[in-house]
């Protein structure tokens, strides 16, 4: 069981730049896939969620209309386009997922899912 997420790098403010999840070993389709991300001292937050069943999307306030999540079925893998980047937004980038339906009030909650990758940072320069 595995989900390797890869993309991250140094981007200017205003740059785009796209994360890729890829997951191994589960039975994808009955996994709900979500990004989460860590600043330095800061706990841990929900970016966006794809929910299994019925593709319903979540996204924090914070990146709505910037970031765009999808979900490539046939390769396992789950995307983060990232637009208009901000130095907010630098932060360890990771995948998780997990056989849960959340709602609005559950998504963002990292103890909703019990499968993790292991991080990418994301730099964004002022």
């Known amino acids: 069981v595995q989900l390797q997420a890869s993309g991250g790098g140094l981007v200017q403010t205003g740059g785009s730049l796209s994360l890729s999840c890829a997951a191994s070993?589960?039975?994808?389709?009955?996994?709900?896939i979500c990004w989460f991300r860590q600043a330095p001292g800061k706990e841990r937050e929900g970016v966006s969620c794809i929910r299994r069943s019925d593709r319903k999307i979540y996204y924090a306030g914070s990146v709505k209309g910037r970031f765009t999540i999808s979900r490539d079925n046939a390769k396992n893998t789950v995307y983060l386009h990232m637009n208009s980047l901000e130095p907010e937004d630098t932060a360890v980038y990771y995948c998780?997922?997990?056989?849960?339906?959340?709602?609005?009030?559950?998504?963002?909650?990292?103890?909703?899912?019990?499968?993790w990758g292991q991080g990418t940072l994301v730099t964004v320069s002022s």
């Open positions: 070993g589960f039975s994808w389709d009955y996994y709900t």
């Open positions: 998780a997922a997990g056989a849960v339906s959340p709602i609005t009030s559950s998504w963002a909650s990292p103890g909703t899912y019990d499968i």
